[in-house]
């Protein structure tokens, strides 16, 4: 079986439909708008909705001139969840990211931490 590239990397959908579907996502799950100004509050907001405890959850970044690494920090006991099944949690994440990064035309890297 052929793996399709997801839209935004074949150009069909651009980073901005990205995000308005991410924002869409946001109003439809939690009934309010969401104001996301960097790539790190991005991680931040998505991780902070997927744990239990989101007080835990910590996201640093280290700005390079052509990347940017967004570290992920969250309680052990949360985890999982952050990775998902076969990864696919962190996979999902890491697309968000590469294609809001791609607006911005810097690339960022999501680096999950134990």
Known sequence: MDR????Y???L???ET????FLFICVLTYGKSVE????????????Q???????????????GEQT???????????????????GKTAKAM???LSAASAKIRKRSVLEIIE
Do not use: H, W
């Open 9 to 11: 990397e074949t150009g």
């Open 49 to 63: 909705a997927l744990v239990d405890d989101p007080d835990a959850v910590e996201v640093s970044e280290v700005v």
């Open 36 to 47: 996301v100004v960097t790539m790190k509050d991005l991680i931040k907001y998505i991780a």
């Open 68 to 86: 940017s690494v967004i570290e992920l920090r969250v309680a052990k006991e949360d985890l999982g969840k952050v990775i998902g099944k076969q």
């Open 4 to 7: 399709k590239a997801p839209a």
């Open 94 to 96: 890491r697309s968000i």
């Open 18 to 21: 990205v995000a308005e579907i």
């Open 13 to 15: 959908i651009g980073a």
